[in-house]
């Protein structure tokens, strides 16, 4: 396999990334893509029942088997849920990190999301796929071919903006009603979450609302289940949408299309 062809999603919590981007990497690899899942945090708040130490192990292993369904690798950076920092000691970790995956396409939160873990893991990321490829930037080995690489935003929660309360218009729609069994078996290996919900709910409202919000986003592009992406269009990072050429959607062409 190319060595170009490493996707490294980059989110605050163990489940995160199987919520907003699993159908899109399920499709990813399908194409050969290597997956790494990271989270900033680890879930050590994710608990009524089990304390920090005890629930973080569980959820590593939980992250651990979701990624492994992609044949993915999960890596976490070790920081607490709700302290989630943008400071020089977790750029350096994060730097780090995408030194040893050397990413080709980034995926991570959007700028504003309804909680801090998020919008500072945004900063995270967008700190080092930046700044990795810069020799001095780590001390660890710097591939070749590393570069600045894609990068994409996947939706804030329920997919609108917390200030303004407007819904977040895409950049780019994947279409994820074929691989919707694949990223609901990815999400449902997070049993810790889906059963606290389910006690708490009386019903499975960890995959229910993970499916309403792909539903909500296929009506955009006339497909069943869709993921919404806004690519980081900023100096030095590619330019030229990635996902909707591999992946074959993008948001209001494709709509139009399908309706003449
Ligand atoms: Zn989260």
Redesign the pocket.
């Known amino acids: 396999m190319s060595d170009t062809n490493v996707v490294l999603v980059l ?3 163990p ?2 990334a199987e919520i907003l981007c699993g159908g899109t990497l399920v499709r990813l690899a399908v194409l050969g893509w290597q997956i790494h899942i990271a989270t900033a945090a680890n879930g050590d708040c994710g608990s009524v029942e089990l304390g920090r130490d005890e629930i973080a192990k569980v959820r590593h292993l939980e992250a651990m088997e979701a990624a492994a369904k992609v044949g993915g690798i999960y890596h976490c950076l070790g920081l607490s849920d709700v302290q989630v920092a943008y400071s020089p000691e977790n750029i350096c970790k994060t730097i780090d990190l995408f030194r040893q995956v050397n990413p080709t396409l980034v995926i991570t939160h959007p700028r504003y999301d309804y ?1 801090l ?2 919008e500072q893991t945004h900063l995270l990321a967008r700190a080092a796929s930046f700044a990795f490829a810069i020799p001095n930037a780590s001390l660890l080995p710097l591939a070749q071919s590393a570069t600045v690489p894609y990068l994409y935003y996947a939706d804030p929660l329920e997919g609108h903006d917390p200030y303004t309360g407007q819904m977040v218009e895409p950049t780019t729609l994947i279409d994820i009603s074929d691989v919707m069994p694949a990223k609901t078996e990815m999400l449902a290996c997070h049993a810790s979450q889906r059963e606290w919900l389910r006690k708490h709910h009386g019903m499975d409202e960890y995959i229910l609302a993970m499916q309403r919000h792909c539903a909500m986003r296929g009506q955009v592009c006339n497909s069943d289940f869709a993921e919404a992406f806004v690519q980081h269009h900023g100096h030095a990072y590619p330019q030229d949408d990635l996902l909707g050429r591999l992946l074959g959607t993008s948001n209001l062409t494709t709509r139009e299309t399908v309706n003449d």
């Open positions: 989110m605050a919590h489940d995160d909680m873990d998020h």
